[in-house]
């Protein structure tokens, strides 16, 4: 696999460095469709069609009677509307700030190894057939990088559909524009002006081709190296032209960018323990030089196999289905929703299998196992060692590959040395007894009502969590699978039991809900290959108790803070909370459990996990959200928290055999 | 055994010197774009050479038919020719193979009695019948279910042929069904009227034909389809005879059994006569053509025309494919494409009006009716299309490009000489769609094309061919060079298949003229749902409980015994 990667940083300096980088010529293909000619249009002519357009002129006849307005009122709106969403791209400029990125990630970075081939395949394919690129989102530099590959490879370089909160810098945002991004708002709601000059223009550059659309499925920058459920809304519009026929097939080129250090890492551990989410300005981001002292070490860019939608949709939705609608009165029946959201659920898949295991994502998985066992949370180098093994030759027999770049101590001493911001060794690594310490990072108590100790505990032990999570991709399965063998023998019950898990799960572990049965069936024959567990008739037999229960405690923690998040919401009174009322209770009560009871680690004071559960609870029937806040129901909380007791509460309990 | 008939309503092959010096420039255009060969000519086995399997006999229903003196036979070569349409797959089992099944027996009824004494007489003795008129069919609608063990028995419509009346006061005429097209225009026009109705294959088709599969002509905008010029039809079913008893221009009598009987391509009963409107002849026949940049442009500007119901009698748009395939194969003296091409007219089209040569399309049209009415309909139509960007082209080119559409048939023919298989289909779709359809459609041809090792190049082409008020008619050309393919037949097949998978993908409709038979059955079930074919299967086997008329078309036969 390795020998289809190229260094695209020794590919720079073979080009003469990012100045002569960005100066060669370079020729992007244009799309011309069968039967559609080439279109050569500029950022204005896009605009200008999109206002012209049938939805958008429809919309505004709507808008216009709906509030008393005049059609030239609602015209001049969507004008405003158009301008701010708009990009602007222009290759002049391209080449200008492409330096600057280009100078900045070959800096920062050790090593950026990309499968070009695959991506300067997609040249032939962008000829005659639309683009999409749907790659994984952790960091701001995602697509800042994938458009200087583009460059590189002769790929016309796509239309980004961005987030606004980058225009909170002018002028970033405009720099941003002319490299090809475009600003959505995050919540659209029902203003139906912003709604069709979004769709109408994401749309026109599809069919028209103007140029490759990339979109993010995950809809933000994932704060925690998880997955985050794929956003159907967008995906929609974007197979839309597909499925009206308006073009004959696009392709879905899934990419999945893997970072050994991202570089808002630290950034987004304080964000998740409640800090005020600093804004991206300009000057947030010129501080941000200080990263350019530091190594990132290595990211690898892996372009997916394109998927033809024609081919890939073709066996699941008919578009016949949609021929008695006009062209103008477009509807989906819930039926073809599915199929799209599956859709979803197979890109994460694809990145899923494009994203490797590392070794540092597994020991950090050990740290934080001993870490929760010792009393005083210290973790000794020969414990995590000999557990890092096990669990990589664990792995092995699941046949999940860890990927070793050269042997695992190796590895390990290039990864220490790349985190030692946040994680240390006291001692020489090679003496069994040397202490692996995190780094208590900095904290401004004043923001927040959580004790600045115990802030500064969290820190980096949240990034220590999040670079476990690099692998919980795999994990998951395994462990959930795991805490149901825990509580269930019999095959009927331990899939009923899975099934639950996953479903309470989903918003930590995104997986295709349609899907679980089979998931389920794989599961249990790795297991069984894996000497793990034996079937006997209806009943399976747990071998090997000790993995079982290592394996659960990945996925268990989050178990825990569902149940204390129900009792907090229990002894609320009146029976009224917002999300943010929760989760800081929630806080202060796993501060109080952590001092008594230190295997509950401060990771889990992360408002992502304490929101995830309250969303869970809210799916659930716990909660029911009205307008300015939840309402809570004691009754479903209390049979829910009965269900989660099986699985809490019982720890380490032999299986009932 | 005494065979009075003629074969002047079965086409054959190599007529295509009749359509003159047109077709003398055809084989550089193949040798050109579909990679023609001299040194590679596939020619056919002479007819004779097509191995007809032996008929079956029924003895008691032969001396039934010789006792009431009914005209029969049951020679090979009379058998064979009933045994197929015009399909690819017909003309490629004449040429290089042999039919699985043909009718036993071929017989030549003289009247509406010789066809209600046949039917009962097949009811009678078991024997499958199958009408047949001028043996166009381009659906498999004639052909025999290899299956079928009953004797099968051709109804051939050939000697009931004549006018029975024309009704100057209300302009009707009654036709016997088997009078060919051409014949019944021709004593029209002699009379002083015209029928309104053109099919493609107006020289072999018969008015029968026409009812039976929901025919529709070149002039339908001034004159209707079929089932708009049809007032009154005698139908012979298994059950007896069908007909209304009055012959009026409207009726509210619940449901329409006219509308049964139209598209039952053969699988109720026979059409006897028929009663349809005709015109006085129009004072002023003129062709007309125009040129559009693109197809775009062509589209939109049949929309307008459509909207403001201002269409000629006749109105087609080529697209870039044909235009030049057309105007190719008249390099002689009088072609206007090779002066064209260096002419005053190229420079002003493509440098002035920024026209492309491999973009610009055509549209032809026909004009009918009185002088100034024609000026009018002619003025306006123009006008529009200069609002589209068209440029007007001339009257000779109209006549031509109508015309090429006859000779089409016989080109096929002649490439087939050189290994090219090809094919036309058609469609119905709403003006919205119009342009993804055509788009679509041919991109499939060429992909499937290229999927399938076609090396040759491919014909692949479409005409909007008829405007509706909601929507248009429009038609594809494929084919193709089987040089080089080990199964061309089955590539053939599978492009054909996939393509109309893609029409209906795209909003169109199953056929707009052509009808089902058993070639398009595979997609009546999702184009009417299954309710509509158990009621149809319920007429069918109201009509004909025996199954008598057991061609098999448009759906299966319900089992009688259930």
């Known amino acids: 696999m390795d020998t289809d990667y190229v260094d695209f940083i020794k590919e720079i300096n073979k080009q003469g460095g990012p100045f002569q980088f960005v100066r060669n010529a370079r020729e992007f293909p244009t799309c011309s469709q069968f039967g559609r000619k080439a279109t050569n249009r500029s950022p204005k002519d896009i605009i200008e069609s999109v206002l012209n357009s049938d939805k958008v002129m429809e919309a505004v006849r709507q808008y216009a009677a709906q509030n008393n307005v005049s059609v030239a009122e609602g015209q001049k709106q969507c004008r405003n509307i158009m301008e701010q969403m708009a990009h602007d791209f222009t290759l002049s400029n391209v080449r200008i700030f492409g330096y600057i990125i280009t100078k900045v990630i070959t800096t920062v970075f050790d090593e950026i190894l990309v499968n070009a081939k695959q991506l300067r395949a997609l040249r032939e394919t962008f000829k005659d057939t639309p683009v999409i690129f749907i790659p994984t989102h952790r960091t701001y530099i995602d697509f800042l990088l994938l458009s200087v590959l583009c460059f590189d490879q002769e790929m016309t370089l796509p239309a980004i559909a961005a987030a606004m909160d980058f225009m909170n810098s002018k002028m970033i945002g405009e720099i941003l524009r002319q490299c090809g991004a475009f600003f959505i708002r995050r919540a659209v709601g029902d203003d139906i002006l912003y709604w069709a000059i979004f769709t109408e223009y994401v749309q026109t550059h599809i069919v028209e081709g103007d140029r490759p659309v990339e979109f993010f499925i995950e809809g933000t920058r994932s704060r925690t190296n998880k997955s985050l459920p794929p956003k159907y809304g967008l995906l929609q519009i974007l197979l839309e032209p597909y499925l009206r026929g308006n073009i004959y097939d696009m392709v879905v080129v899934p990419v999945a960018m893997n970072y050994d250090k991202i570089l808002e890492e630290q950034l987004y551990a304080y964000e998740l323990l409640g800090f005020p989410k600093p804004k991206e300005s300009t000057s947030g981001l010129l501080k941000a030089r200080s990263i350019l002292d530091k190594s990132f070490g290595r990211v690898q860019v892996t372009f997916g196999k394109p998927i033809s939608i024609r081919e890939h949709l073709g066996v699941s939705i008919k578009r016949a289905t949609f021929v008695c609608q006009p062209d103008s009165q477009w509807k989906m029946s819930e039926v073809e929703k599915r199929h799209i959201r599956a859709f979803g659920h197979h890109i994460i898949k694809n990145h899923y299998e494009m994203s490797s295991v590392s070794v540092w994502s597994i020991a950090c998985s050990s740290i934080i196992l001993l870490t929760s066992d010792a009393k005083d949370n210290t973790v000794k180098c020969g414990d995590f060692l000999k557990l890092t093994h096990n669990l990589i030759d664990l792995l092995r027999s699941l046949e999940i590959q860890v990927h070793i770049r050269k042997t695992v101590a190796q590895d390990l001493e290039r990864a220490f040395k790349l985190h030692s911001d946040f994680i240390t060794i006291e001692g020489d690594a090679k003496d069994p007894n040397s202490i692996i310490r995190l780094t208590e990072l900095k904290v401004d108590g004043k923001k927040t009502k959580i004790s600045k100790d115990i802030l500064s505990q969290a820190v980096s032990l949240i990034i220590l969590t999040n670079h476990a999570n690099s692998s919980m991709h795999v994990l998951s399965t395994p462990s959930i699978f795991s805490l149901a063998l825990l509580s269930s023998s019999s095959i009927d019950k331990l899939k009923e039991c899975y099934k639950w898990l996953r479903t309470v799960l989903y918003s930590e572990f995104v997986h295709d809900p349609l899907d679980v049965d089979n998931e389920f069936d794989r599961i249990v024959q790795s297991f069984t290959l894996a000497g793990l567990i034996e079937s006997k008739e209806e009943s399976v037999i747990v071998k090997d108790i000790n993995y079982i229960e290592i394996l659960s405690r990945l996925t268990k923690p989050y178990l825990l803070i569902l149940s204390v998040m129900i009792d907090v919401l229990m002894d609320v009174s009146p029976l009224h909370i917002t999300m943010s009322e929760a989760t800081s209770l929630a806080q202060n009560r796993l501060i109080q459990l952590h001092d008594r009871d230190s295997s509950v680690l401060l990771s889990s004071l992360s408002a992502d996990i304490l929101k995830n559960a309250f969303t869970t609870l809210d799916q659930r029937g716990g909660l029911q959200k009205l307008a300015r806040n939840y309402s809570i129901h004691p009754e479903q909380l209390n049979n829910f928290k009965k269900q989660l007791t099986t699985y809490v509460e019982l720890p380490g309990r032999s299986s009932k055999i | ?562």
Request: hydrophobic letters at 40%.
């Open chain 2, 1 to 562: 055994m005494a065979n009075p008939i003629q074969q002047h309503n079965v086409p054959t092959s190599y007529r295509y010197e009749i359509c003159g010096s047109t077709m003398s420039h055809i084989r550089p255009w193949l040798e050109k774009n579909l990679g023609g060969d001299v040194n590679w000519k596939v020619p056919g086995q002479n007819r004779a050479d097509c191995k007809v399997p032996t008929a079956l006999v029924n003895q008691p229903f032969i001396d039934a038919l010789r006792a009431v003196g009914l005209s029969y036979s049951n020679a090979p070569d009379h058998r064979l020719v009933r045994a197929h349409g015009q399909t690819m797959h017909d003309m490629m089992m004449l040429r290089y193979g042999s039919f699985k099944r043909v009718p036993d027996l071929v017989v030549w009824p003289r009247s509406e009695h010789d066809v209600t004494r046949i039917v009962d007489l097949a009811n009678a003795h078991d024997v499958v019948i199958i009408p047949i008129g001028g043996g166009t069919s381009v659906s498999h609608g004639v052909e025999c279910p290899a299956d079928e063990p009953r004797v099968i028995c051709s109804l051939d419509m050939a000697l009931m042929d004549k006018i029975v009346w024309i009704d100057r006061a209300n302009l009707l005429c009654r036709a016997e069904a088997g009078i060919v097209g051409s014949v019944l225009e021709k004593a029209l026009n002699d009379e002083g009227y015209t029928c309104g109705h053109e099919p493609d294959s107006i020289e072999f088709s018969t008015l029968g034909g026409w009812v039976s599969t929901r025919a529709s002509g070149m002039k339908k905008n001034k004159y209707g389809n079929i089932e708009d010029l049809l007032v009154h039809v005698n139908f012979v079913t298994s059950r007896g005879l069908i007909q209304k008893q009055c012959q009026v221009p409207r009726i509210s009598c619940g449901p329409d059994l006219h509308q049964v009987i139209l598209g039952s391509e053969g699988t109720m009963g026979v059409i006897t006569e028929v009663t349809i409107k005709i015109f006085p002849l129009p004072e002023v026949k003129r062709y007309g053509s125009l040129v559009f940049p693109d197809i775009d442009h062509g589209v939109s500007f049949f929309r307008e025309v459509a909207a403001k119901r201002c269409q000629p009698a006749s109105l087609r748009l080529v697209d870039n494919q044909q235009f030049v395939m057309g105007q190719s194969m008249k390099l002689d003296d009088q072609s206007i494409w090779e002066k064209f091409k260096s002419s005053l007219s190229k420079v002003y089209l493509t440098s002035w009006k920024g026209f492309k040569i491999d973009e610009m399309v055509a549209v032809t049209c026909v004009f009918e009716g009185a002088a100034d009415e024609v000026d009018f309909q002619e003025r306006t139509l123009y006008e529009i299309a200069g609002r589209h960007k068209g440029i007007v082209g001339g009257e000779a080119n109209g006549r031509y490009g109508y015309r090429l559409t006859f000779a089409i048939a016989y080109l096929r023919d002649l490439a087939m000489d050189f290994g090219v298989l090809g094919e036309s289909f058609e469609t119905s779709v709403p003006w919205d769609k119009v342009l993804n359809l055509c788009r679509n459609v041919k991109n499939l041809i060429a992909k499937e094309g290229a999927k399938h090792g076609v090396q040759f190049g491919m014909l692949n082409s479409c005409r909007v061919t008829q405007v509706y008020d909601s929507g248009a008619a429009v038609y594809f050309y494929f084919g193709f060079n089987s040089r080089g393919l080990k199964d061309p037949m089955h590539v053939y097949e599978a492009i054909e298949s996939a393509a109309r998978d893609e029409i209906i993908a795209c909003g169109g409709s199953i056929s707009h003229h052509h009808g089902i038979g058993k070639l398009r059955k595979a997609w009546v079930d999702t184009t009417v749902g299954p309710i509509a074919i158990s009621v149809m299967g319920a007429i069918k086997n109201e009509l004909d409980p025996k199954n008598i008329f057991a061609n098999n078309n448009i759906i299966d036969a319900p089992s009688s015994k259930l």
